[in-house]
């Protein structure tokens, strides 16, 4: 698929993902709709927060495109294994549910393995409600945001987050620490 043909959006997500690949036109397609359900501008970044339901290419669209990103905190992976995604704008007080539906429009070759190439045509030309469920849904409560002290941890000496820190022998350690320290 020659990049220069695509919406400058998309060649944008792509460059950040570093390929292109039905997974990330899946969560291109899913945060486009999620933008245009909650009427989204540009640049509100701060006010989104994207929790995704798993941890594959379709992540990156949503931290290249909305600015929900792991480092700032407003991207929470729920471990689910489903294309499904929430976005709350904090600003609104809106939130809205994505769930990609397509997973049967995979095109099939004789042998049975998916034609990616086709498969990727498809993304990007289906209409939303062929691929995507899109509900809104009532706001989750805003976090409070937790600022927390380091310990250090008694066998490596790098500091910690208090709250990830586990307790052996009355000294707090990291967790990759505790894992070695087990007998
Ligand atoms: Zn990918
Ligand atoms: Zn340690």
Known sequence: MDLAHLPPDLQEVARFHGHLCPGLLIGYRAAKAAARALDLGRSQDEELVAVVENDSCSVDAFQALLGTTFGKGNLKWQDHGKQVFTVTDRRQNRAVRVAFTGDALRPRRPDGSVDRQAFMEILLAAPDEQILKIQ?????????????????????????????AVQKDGQPLCRPCAREARP
């Not at 706001?139 to 990830?164: D, F, H, M, Y």
């Open 136 to 164: 809104e849904k009532p706001p989750a409560p805003p976090e409070v945001a937790r600022i927390e002290p380091s310990l250090t941890c008694a066998r490596c000496g790098e500091a910690v987050q208090a709250s990830k």
